[in-house]
C-alpha cells in the first residue's frame, strides 16, 4: 500500500497566510512600510506620549532594553529588523496615520485578493499570522489596490501568540480555533516558520516568489505564488474541493 503524500489527501479547511513574502512583496515591506515608520516614530512618542499604547510600548522596550532611550532602541531595533512587539506595535500606529492619509496602500501580489475572495466564497476559513501587529496587518489589508478586504479574514494572529519559528505558537494558534492541525495549510516564505509549523503538525507550503528571490526550501512542498500552492493543495484547479473558480485566482 502507499501511503499518499499529505497535499493529496482532504483539502485543508484553513488557510493561514504569513504577508511579508507571501501576499506582499519584501520590498513594499522594506523600501515602503519600514522606512516610513522611521521618519514618523520619533515624532510619534513625543506627540502621542499619553496614548495608552505607547505607554505601553514604551514600558515594554523599558523592560526589554533598561537604561536605553525609547527612541534610540527603536532605531537599534530597526536595524536589526527585529521582531519585537513594543516596535511592531509603534510601528503599527505610524502606519495607521499613513494609510488614513493615503500617503500607503498596500502593494499586494496581483494573485492574493482574487485567491482569498474565492477561497473565502468556497467556505474556506482564511487567517493571518505575521510578526508585524494585528492592527497593522488589519491596515495591510483594510487599504489594498483592491479595497477594504479584511472581511475575507476570521482571524489576525500575532507576535502575542509567540514567535514564527516556534511551534508553540502554531499550537497556541490551534489551541485558541479549535482547529485541527491537520486543516489548516500555512502559507510562508521561511522556511523556518514552515518546520515550526510542520512540526505543530499543520499543513505547510513555501510560496517562493521570484520578486523576492526566495530560496527554494528542500524539506517542504513549494510554489511560486498563492495559486499553484492552492493547486497542489486540492484547492484549486482539479474539478474538486473549491473547484475551477480557483484555477484562474
Ligand atoms: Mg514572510
Not at 23 to 30: A, K, N
Not at 49 to 77: N, S
Not at 121 to 138: D, F, K, N, T, W
Not at 146 to 165: I, P
Amino acid at each position: 500500500m502507499t501511503l499518499q503524500a499529505p497535499e493529496q489527501t482532504v483539502p485543508p479547511r484553513v488557510v493561514l497566510l504569513d504577508i511579508e513574502g507571501t501576499t506582499l512583496p519584501v520590498s513594499f515591506v522594506h523600501n515602503v512600510l519600514f522606512p516610513y515608520a522611521r521618519k514618523h516614530l520619533t515624532a510619534l512618542l513625543t506627540e502621542r506620549a499619553d496614548d495608552p499604547a505607547v505607554v505601553r510600548a514604551v514600558a515594554q522596550i523599558g523592560e526589554l532594553a533598561p537604561g536605553v532611550a525609547p527612541a534610540e532602541q527603536l532605531a537599534r531595533w530597526m536595524d536589526e529588523d527585529a521582531k519585537v512587539e513594543p516596535l511592531k506595535t509603534l510601528q503599527g500606529l505610524c502606519w495607521d496615520v499613513g494609510y488614513r492619509q493615503g500617503e500607503l496602500v498596500a502593494d499586494l501580489y496581483a494573485d492574493v485578493v482574487p485567491c482569498l475572495r474565492t477561497l473565502h466564497e468556497a467556505g474556506i476559513v482564511l487567517a493571518v499570522y505575521s510578526s508585524g501587529s494585528e492592527p497593522a496587518q488589519r491596515l495591510i489589508y483594510g487599504y489594498t489596490e483592491q479595497g477594504d478586504v479584511t472581511a475575507l479574514f476570521s482571524a489576525f494572529f500575532d507576535l502575542r501568540v509567540g514567535g514564527k519559528k516556534e511551534a508553540q505558537s502554531y499550537r497556541a494558534i490551534l489551541a485558541e480555533t479549535g482547529w485541527q492541525a491537520a486543516d489548516v495549510l500555512f502559507l510562508s516564505d521561511v522556511e523556518a516558520e514552515l518546520d515550526a509549523a510542520a512540526t505543530a503538525g499543520l499543513r505547510v507550503c513555501q510560496i517562493a516568489r521570484a520578486q523576492d528571490a526566495t530560496v527554494p526550501s528542500q524539506r517542504h512542498p513549494v510554489a511560486p505564488d498563492i495559486a499553484q500552492a492552492l493547486a497542489r493543495f486540492g484547492l484549486s484547479g482539479n474539478g474538486q474541493g473549491v473547484g475551477e473558480r480557483a484555477a484562474s485566482c
